[in-house]
């Protein structure tokens, strides 16, 4: 069994459930597998995926979990733990087909209840695929060698890091081997993880706030225009100034700006970069601060898009006390085995606001292009009302 925790899953989606249980209850919505690197799955894939999805059915939230989140995570309050440890996974949940080499994968549901397949099912996909397909790895000696250099080269450059590694990691086992091989280290710069489970059972912090689509949730209930402020209103009222880095690059960075005011920018303790140039990204931040007449050095940019080590510091270099920063590190430290991780992503496609109301196609426009994701429509259409190039 692939997921053997409930809390094997980041924190962000616990954080966004918590949010959706208390807000909008009625809510439903789908999210679809996207394979954009056109990876072909060997024949029988869809079925070792099913027999996962199935056996993570069983999960459920022990005492001493629910223990951890009430000491660790205070923000969750006792009325959503009371409903984490009641939730089951329910499989029917997933639809999960292969078309020759074409895996096809959408979930459909509450989105209370949804919101919590996205990471562990990446997780899953990636696993079997590395499992099935028997792709030469480093060795554990090697891999650990390079874990410690990883936490050597961050911890002497004084970089603040996370693990965001769970939904494209070589493997369960290397993940909780790569958390053990950071720690291990003496002058080690590691803040925490976004996996809950491996936070809990390493004693480290459990970190995220919210992801894209939170915003694209709000552009179907308010419209594109009122998205980001609409938004990151109802996030702060169910966290009331906890968990305060908001996330910029739903609708591009420069529209989430325009409404990025005073009160927003005093309120939250920074903001996350995760598409785009990352040095532009840190000038226009310092920038936007600055002609809010708010001291850059007190807010926070935590970077989360494709980091290396080398990138990482690079950034915090640049950043030089300017403002401060943080790292989310994924995929570099849980799949850097010696094979080419997963291109892929699950995301929110459509929603409504209830079951009497007709779904709407949702769409995300990155800083990069690349990373634009949705109806082609509905993507034309946000982008006109944006007046952004659409070609």
């Given at each position: 069994?692939?997921?053997?925790?409930?809390?094997?899953?980041?924190?962000?989606?616990?954080?966004?459930?918590?949010?959706?249980?208390?807000?909008?209850?009625?809510?439903?919505?789908?999210?679809?597998?996207?394979?954009?690197?056109?990876?072909?799955?060997?024949?029988?894939?869809?079925?070792?995926v099913k027999e996962e999805i199935e056996k993570m059915a069983t999960?459920?939230?022990?005492?001493?979990?629910?223990?951890?989140?009430?000491?660790?995570?205070?923000?969750?309050?006792?009325?959503?733990?009371?409903?984490?440890?009641?939730?089951?996974?329910?499989?029917?949940?997933?639809?999960?087909?292969?078309?020759?080499?074409?895996?096809?994968?959408?979930?459909?549901?509450?989105?209370?209840?949804?919101?919590?397949?996205?990471?562990?099912?990446?997780?899953?996909?990636?696993?079997?695929?590395?499992?099935?397909?028997?792709?030469?790895?480093?060795?554990?000696?090697?891999?650990?060698?390079?874990?410690?250099?990883?936490?050597?080269?961050?911890?002497?450059?004084?970089?603040?890091?996370?693990?965001?590694?769970?939904?494209?990691?070589?493997?369960?086992?290397?993940?909780?081997?790569?958390?053990?091989?950071?720690?291990?280290?003496?002058?080690?710069?590691?803040?925490?993880?976004?996996?809950?489970?491996?936070a809990h059972k390493f004693n480290i912090t459990p970190i995220g706030?919210?992801?894209?689509?939170?915003?694209?949730?709000?552009?179907?209930?308010?419209?594109?225009?009122?998205?980001?402020?609409?938004?990151?209103?109802?996030?702060?009222?169910?966290?009331?100034?906890?968990?305060?880095?908001?996330?910029?690059?739903?609708?591009?960075?420069?529209?989430?700006?325009?409404?990025?005011?005073?009160?927003?920018?005093?309120?939250?303790?920074?903001?996350?970069?995760?598409?785009?140039?990352?040095?532009?990204?840190?000038?226009?931040?310092?920038?936007?601060?600055?002609?809010?007449?708010?001291d850059p050095s007190t807010k926070t940019i935590v970077f989360s898009?494709?980091?290396?080590?080398?990138?990482?510091?690079?950034?915090?270099?640049?950043?030089?006390?300017?403002?401060?920063?943080?790292?989310?590190?994924?995929?570099?430290?849980?799949?850097?085995?010696?094979?080419?991780?997963?291109?892929?992503?699950?995301?929110?496609?459509?929603?409504?606001?209830?079951?009497?109301?007709?779904?709407?196609?949702?769409?995300?426009?990155?800083?990069?292009?690349?990373?634009?994701?949705?109806?082609?429509?509905?993507?034309?259409?946000?982008?006109?009302?944006?007046?952004?190039?659409?070609?």
């Open positions: 069994m692939i997921i053997q925790s409930i809390l094997d899953n980041d924190l962000y989606k616990f954080t966004m459930q918590q949010a959706v249980h208390m807000l909008y209850p009625r809510a439903q919505a789908q999210y679809e597998f996207i394979n954009r690197g056109v990876t072909p799955f060997p024949e029988g894939f869809a079925l070792k999960l459920e939230l022990s005492l001493d979990q629910k223990v951890f989140l009430e000491t660790t995570c205070y923000f969750l309050t006792p009325v959503y733990l009371d409903y984490l440890a009641s939730y089951r996974y329910d499989p029917d949940e997933v639809m999960v087909e292969q078309k020759k080499d074409v895996l096809i994968l959408k979930i459909t549901g509450p989105w209370y209840r949804t919101i919590l397949w996205e990471v562990p099912l990446m997780a899953i996909i990636s696993e079997i695929f590395f499992t099935v397909t028997q792709q030469k790895s480093v060795l554990r000696q090697e891999r650990q060698k390079n874990n410690m250099e990883k936490a050597r080269v961050l911890g002497t450059n004084a970089v603040k890091f996370a693990d965001f590694g769970t939904r494209r990691r070589f493997s369960a086992k290397n993940h909780e081997q790569l958390i053990k091989d950071l720690i291990s280290h003496k002058n080690h710069t590691l803040i925490g993880t976004s996996n809950v489970h491996f706030t919210l992801a894209h689509e939170w915003f694209m949730f709000h552009a179907v209930l308010h419209g594109y225009q009122m998205a980001n402020p609409a938004a990151q209103d109802a996030w702060v009222k169910v966290f009331h100034g906890d968990l305060g880095i908001a996330l910029t690059d739903t609708y591009t960075t420069d529209v989430f700006l325009s409404t990025f005011d005073t009160f927003d920018a005093k309120l939250f303790d920074g903001i996350r970069q995760d598409s785009g140039d990352p040095f532009a990204f840190t000038d226009k931040i310092i920038e936007h601060y600055e002609a809010l007449h708010i898009d494709g980091l290396d080590v080398e990138k990482a510091v690079k950034i915090h270099q640049y950043c030089n006390g300017r403002i401060r920063d943080a790292y989310g590190i994924g995929t570099n430290l849980t799949n850097d085995v010696g094979v080419a991780p997963l291109n892929m992503v699950i995301k929110l496609t459509k929603c409504r606001v209830s079951e009497n109301k007709p779904w709407r196609n949702t769409v995300k426009l990155s800083d990069d292009r690349g990373k634009h994701t949705g109806d082609l429509k509905e993507l034309k259409t946000c982008m006109d009302i944006f007046h952004l190039p659409n070609k």
